[in-house]
Structures are given as structure tokens and as C-alpha cells.
């Protein structure tokens, strides 16, 4: 059992330097650019981003879209979103353009700004919901108006070297590719016009772009073991072993002490993992016929909240989930064959933030699932997941060889070793 989960976890870990998530094949956000009317010297477009992963979303503080033109670019304006920064418009007299950068960095609009700023889909503050979770808030639009740019299909030369902040590093984005022109349909849905040129860029994640450690942890217990297998030693690294605080310290007690740096620096509570979330499964009661789990999930960041998080876990009964109390879940089929993966994600308005390290950092479900005669087990750590995800991260499991063990096989294996220490005794006192 230790060589086949070592060698599972050797290729994962392939997979994810090549951006590619065995669970959601298929994920990525793509970038449309559609160009809906042409200016004297340009054109005006709707760039629209949408998420098509199953279970990462984008959270506070939100996407950060970049791209390098082709030409001397500049732009003239935008609504539902805003540069960081004008660059150098002083050879321009009059009008002054929105910004003049060569490599311009846009970001979404907070909530709450005038509706002459804003257009469907923006003004968010760059959050997107994950496609699994709530397809209806995968979606984040803004309206740009370029200049110098040619105003022909032929005239227009395609930004280049799109980056992608979701809110860290971690995404790769494609070349921009020319695409069959998006259609509109009217408000009566009577009339269809299509853009005057499309062109999209796909951007996908990699968890191994994104940190050298993982960012979240798992423990486990059972019902037929008194000892808590815990997360593995330093299992996200030991870096912020020497600014961690614990949590009995005078230190939180300071004014200001929970606000988020502009880095994103953690402020982690001293645990001998170093975890900004653990996610600890349970296996709480077996019945005739099910099986109960009680999953928990404790962040130890004073400096972060989690909005809209999710888990996912695969194990093989997860194809058999009877109820789960207190969170949403999702059935995750990849592939048509196997149904072995699950999202968990908060109630709206219930559990849908995990707050900051403290009493309310916490939050707690159980799930319940039928048994299958030819397959349960609790034998081997068969009970334990085979992978658990947070935020689309991939936590790090235990050893193998640390799961609970049924006290059965325990006791098996001390009558054994005392039945062979007596026979030992009475084979050296017969031949004495």
C-alpha cells in the first residue's frame, strides 16, 4: 500500500508542474476579447473572463489581468475596470488617454461605483465564483476603448504575453488566438449580431507555480483508535516558523494586528505543521448498512478570511453519499467511469466564510454514506481519503504508515509474537 500511494503521489506531482489537474481536466479560465464597433483610430471592446474550474475560484483580493501590445497602443478609456497605473501620456495634449503603458495592469472595480462606470458582470472587486460552486458568478466583464491600433481586421495586431494573478501566481496563459466571432442575441431574443472580431486566451493553474510548499494540511481519527494521526511535521514548510504567534499571546490582542499586507504574509498560529487550514477527517460511527464522517476544517491565519471556500475529497464511497449536515456538496465525475470525487462548499449566508485563526475559525460537517459489502473496509486506512483539496490546492496526507489501525489486527499480531516467544521457550527447554 506505501509503494502505490508513493508512486500515485510522484505523479501528481508531474501533473501539476504541467498545469494539469487529474480531477478537473478540463478547468481553465478563458479570456474573450470581442471587438464590437470600430473608432477613427481603434476600437472598443468587451473582454469578457470566464472560470471554468470546477473548484478554484478566484477570492478577495481579486484578478489581475496583464497583456503587452503589439504596437504603440494606448487606452482611451475603460468601464467596469481600471489600471493600476496612466503611464507616460505627456505626448498627448488634449485628450489624455486612460493609460499609455505598454504593458498595462487592469484590475475590476469594487462594489458600489457609479452605474456610469459599469457594465453586466463587473464590479466585484475581482471575485469569481469557481464553476462547480455557483456558475452564475463565474463570469467578470469590462469594456475598453483602444486607440492606435488600426481600425480593420487586418489592421489589428493582438496583445501579447497575457499574465494572470487570481489574486497569487500560479495561472499560465496561452497566446491569444483568433476565434469564430461571438454571436449576441437582442433582449426580445428576435435579432442575432455577431462581434467584429474575436479572439480568446486561455490561462490554466499549477499548484507547483503557485507556491513551493502547500498551503493546507490533513489529520485523522476514528471511532477504533484512541490516537490522532496528525498532519505531517512542518508539512507547508517551516519558513514562518520564527514570526508564527501563539494563540494565547498578548500579541493579538494589538490594534491592526488581523489587517492583510499588500504581500499577503501570513500570520500564522504556532502549530508544529505550519498550515495556514488543516482539514481533519474523522471516521465517527459505523452502522449495519453506513458509515458516518465528520469532517472539520480549522484555519490558523490571523490575517485571512475565506470566502467562498471550497474541499474536495476523493475517496471510493464517495459514489455513495447518503446526506451531508451543513455543507453543500457536488458530486465531481471527471471521467464517466469513476465517481469517486466530491466538493464540499459553505451554506449562502450560513458557513460560506471561514474566518480568521481564533474561536471562529472553524467550521464542521458530517456526511454520511452507504456501505458497499464487497468493498468496505476499515482495514488498511481503506476509510481515509485518497486526496483532499482546499481552494483548489492539494493538501498535504499523512504517511501511510501513520493512519489509524483497527485494534483487531493490533491485537492479531501481539498473539502472534507471544505465541512464538512461548514456543521458542519450549523448544530451548526441551532440547536443555
Known amino acids: 500500500m506505501c509503494s502505490s500511494l508513493f508512486s500515485y503521489s510522484v505523479f501528481d506531482r508531474v501533473f501539476f508542474s504541467a498545469a494539469y489537474d487529474p480531477l478537473d481536466p478540463n478547468g481553465n479560465i478563458t479570456i474573450k476579447w470581442d471587438v464590437v464597433s470600430w473608432t477613427p483610430d481603434g476600437y472598443v471592446a468587451v473582454v469578457t473572463m470566464n472560470n471554468f474550474q470546477m473548484y478554484r475560484h478566484i477570492m478577495s483580493p481579486g484578478w489581475t489581468l496583464g497583456w503587452s501590445w503589439a504596437k504603440k497602443e494606448v487606452i482611451w478609456s475603460m468601464v467596469g475596470a481600471q489600471t493600476t497605473e496612466q503611464g507616460d501620456c505627456s505626448k498627448f495634449k488634449a485628450n489624455i488617454p486612460h493609460c499609455c503603458k505598454k504593458t498595462p495592469t487592469v484590475v475590476d472595480l469594487l462594489p458600489g461605483v457609479p452605474y456610469n462606470q459599469q457594465i453586466g458582470n463587473c464590479c466585484k472587486g475581482g471575485v469569481v465564483a469557481s464553476w462547480g460552486q ?8 469590462f469594456q475598453v476603448s483602444v486607440g492606435l491600433a488600426g481600425s480593420t481586421n487586418k489592421t489589428v495586431k493582438l496583445p501579447r504575453n497575457f499574465t494572470l494573478l487570481g489574486p497569487g501566481p500560479g495561472y499560465t496563459c496561452g497566446p491569444a488566438k483568433i476565434v469564430p466571432p461571438t454571436t449576441f442575441l437582442s433582449s426580445d431574443r428576435r435579432r442575432k449580431t455577431q462581434a467584429l472580431m474575436t479572439w480568446n486566451v486561455t490561462c490554466t493553474y499549477s499548484q507547483f507555480l503557485a507556491r513551493k510548499n502547500p498551503s493546507c494540511c490533513v489529520s485523522f481519527s476514528s471511532f477504533y483508535n484512541n490516537t490522532i494521526t496528525p498532519c505531517p511535521s512542518c ?3 517551516c519558513q514562518n516558523k520564527n514570526s508564527c504567534v501563539k494563540n494565547d499571546s498578548k500579541r493579538l490582542s ?9 504581500d499577503n504574509s501570513p500570520l500564522l498560529q504556532c502549530t508544529q505543521h505550519m498550515c495556514p487550514v488543516r482539514v481533519h477527517w474523522h471516521v465517527k460511527l459505523n ?3 453506513y458509515w458516518r464522517v465528520k469532517l472539520s476544517v480549522t484555519n490558523f491565519n490571523y490575517r485571512m478570511n475565506y470566502t467562498q471556500w471550497t474541499l474536495v475529497a476523493q475517496h471510493p464511497n464517495l459514489n455513495n453519499v447518503t446526506q451531508v449536515f451543513s455543507f453543500d456538496y457536488k458530486p465531481l465525475v471527471p471521467y464517466q467511469s469513476i465517481n469517486d470525487t466530491g466538493m464540499f462548499y459553505g451554506m449562502k449566508f450560513y458557513n460560506d466564510l471561514l474566518m480568521e485563526a481564533g474561536p471562529l475559525g472553524n467550521i464542521q460537517s458530517e456526511l454520511l454514506l452507504q456501505k458497499d459489502s464487497e468493498t468496505f473496509t476499515l482495514k488498511q486506512g481503506w476509510a481515509f481519503p485518497r486526496k483532499v483539496y482546499f481552494n483548489g490546492d492539494e493538501c498535504m496526507l499523512p504517511s501511510p504508515d501513520m493512519y489509524p489501525v ?3 489486527s493490533a491485537n492479531k499480531n501481539k498473539l502472534k509474537f507471544t505465541a512464538l516467544v ?3 521457550v519450549f523448544l530451548l527447554v526441551a532440547f536443555v
Open 235 to 237: 508539512a507547508c514548510g
Open 254 to 262: 494589538m490594534v491592526g494586528i488581523n489587517n492583510p499586507r499588500k
Open 422 to 424: 512461548i514456543m521458542a
Open 287 to 289: 452502522y449495519k448498512d
Open 134 to 141: 455557483d456558475p452564475s458568478a463565474t463570469v467578470s466583464a
Open 406 to 408: 483497527l485494534p483487531n
